[in-house]
């Protein structure tokens, strides 16, 4: 549990423009599933705002605040922890600090209790608590790699040394976290404060911390990248983790049987966008590979199997063979593999077959059953509101009656908790909410700390904030619903067509063909978002699908508007080839996808889902624009303004500090990218 997390600076602007407390209150009803005590707030209001306003005027503004941060498996709660960076030895440092609005206690017959004034039972010492929290960070287990400082005290902010000497005298609770601190004593907790932090922005440390505890994941192939064996982002948690322990029991029980016998299982992992199933997918491969057993990874996307291929060029574990696309098993492997995951199962096929294949090498049974023969353990990883084209045809159901065909009772999984959108369950619900796709009333988007949200005021504007951001070490790209023609590049000039043309802003697509760059440097579509070169492209849903960017833009075409209280969807119609260009030009606005199903309903089903696949891309932020304008001015009604200064978490308003990290982490991208001499393997399709 995280209620809340920025800095006092900003903790303080909340609370003047009184934002602070509502913001808690639907944070606390999110997680305790009930709403907050007038008590509660009333604490928040005094004591949490009272430590805001000490550290600002200390000179500490910039210091992190992480409110009421309950770690997993941690009994309690920290009221707040202090992030920032050690003075001394310039790393990490962490104060634990419990708020008490007690203006006196009295001893007790037990040591470790007191008697407080208005309550009926004795309370335990507030240190208790507070060792609970530090002992867990300072535990191996839980923060393993990285070099933090930890201490923890407790701040009673209205007593004195005298009332509250029971807490303070001889023969009570001792150690690095029984430090208590009253009214009288508020400068030597500055003190405290300042020999523990420097006051420079806390920011940095604030983002390893929220990785270390899984609260806000980094980007999946980042942290797959950086893992390099040790926790870190990537680390299963929960939910997550049981999936990785049964499939992995499953596998191990497989090997066991061996011989001629065939023991099949078949898991069904669904999660929505960012909940993990890559990850799982991932660690399990790893996993397997490193015990010597025979495990491959499937996708039905080119962007992602690029992306992941990029990815195992530097793994020393993990090997490009492993890859492979749904179509490769159409022939099952001998022997069987020990394990065969299958991401982004929702883009599963009826049946192997592409256009330039002969036909007696399509396939003889649907593309599922193939992925189930092709090993003892197939995993299959599914979020049922990705599906997009006519055919793909990958759902639960789908799996559910494959395995049964092999004899095979399939183990579900359903994964709730979000990782992508900056770990914003708030936000997934209000894009699902947005789009119609839960059936629940959509509401107006208000900031949540985790995940930000903005409407351009013209595609010029969305644009301009996507390529500052990448400028300055964000990873950042453009997408749009599929509302343009998309025309191959010129053969002799290699220059892409400038399809995507809004007023007089004309962008082309991700590029389309087999050459490694086009006339500008742009790469190949599976490379467009991986690839910093790529953010002048405009990206489709289909070369998006799996990948993520701290900041995405995300432009609303005309297949999808808003009239009253609904949304309408609308097909459009693109020229045939021009003789003279050979381009193909836009006549009707709306949807020009090929894939897409005649049937209304279902056409609509997968528009509803291609938005929901662009618009949680964003690990940071999402900027969204649309071409109509009626549907602009609801975009406008149903986001609220972030006008808090800081707040929008924009380059220009990073410290110096994480500029230059930024800056470094786009040059490292930028070595390894041209590290990639080879390219990426082409698989002779395209999506």
Known sequence: MLLLQLSARHLLKLHHRDRLLPHMAARWVRFKGKPVSDTEQ????????????????????????????????????????????????????????????????????HPDKVAVPGFRKPKKHPSAQVGKIVDFFSSDSSMNGLNV?????????????????????????????????????????????????QQESGAPAAGRLLRRLGLRNAPLLEAMALSEGVDTAFTLRGEQRSVWRDVKRAVERGKKVGGGSLERAVFLVRGGAGTGKSAIGLQLLRHFTAAGLRARYATGSIAFHAALEKLFQRDETLSKGQLAHFLSFVEPPEPVLDLLICDEAHRVREVSKLQYWRPEKHGKQPQVDELIQAARVTVFLLDENQSLRRGEVGSS???????????????????????????SEGYRRWVLDFLGISGNSPHVWEWDGLMHVEVADCVEDLERVIREEQRDGATARMVAGFCWPWNAPDEETRELPLDVQIGGWWHPWNAKGTLRRYSNGEPPAELWGVDSAGVGQVGCVYTAQGLEWDWCGVILGDDMVRRGDEWHFKKGKASGKDEETGLRSLLEPGSVDPGLPSDPDEFARRIRNAYHVLLTRASCATVVYSV????????????????????????????????FARKLRAHAAEQNQKRDASGSRQLGLFD
């Open 628 to 659: 109509d304008p009626e549907t602009q001015r609801y975009l406008k009604k149903m986001v609220a303004p972030v006008e808090e200064e800081g707040l929008r978490p924009a380059s220009a308003g990073l410290s110096e500090e994480q500029r």
């Open 149 to 197: 400082s930890y201490a923890g005290l407790t701040y009673l902010h209205n007593a004195t040394d005298e009332s509250v000497h029971p807490l303070l005298g001889a023969g009570t609770l001792k150690g690095a976290h029984s430090f208590y601190f009253t009214d009288d004593t508020r400068l030597d907790l500055l003190e405290e404060v300042r020999d523990r932090f």
């Open 42 to 109: 009333e604490a928040w209001r005094e004591s949490l705002v009272r430590l805001a306003e000490e550290l600002v005027d200390a000179g500490h503004g910039e210091l992190h605040m992480f409110v009421e941060c309950q770690p997993d498996g941690v009994e309690g709660a920290a009221d707040v922890i202090l992030v920032g960076t050690h003075p001394e030895t310039g790393q990490d440092s962490l104060l634990v600090v419990e708020l008490k609005r007690w203006g006196s206690v009295e001893a007790t017959e």
């Open 397 to 423: 159901q789908l799996v559910a009656e494959a395995a049964q065909r092999h004899g095979v009772i399939p183990e579900i999984y359903d994964l709730h908790s979000e990782f992508r959108c900056g770990g």
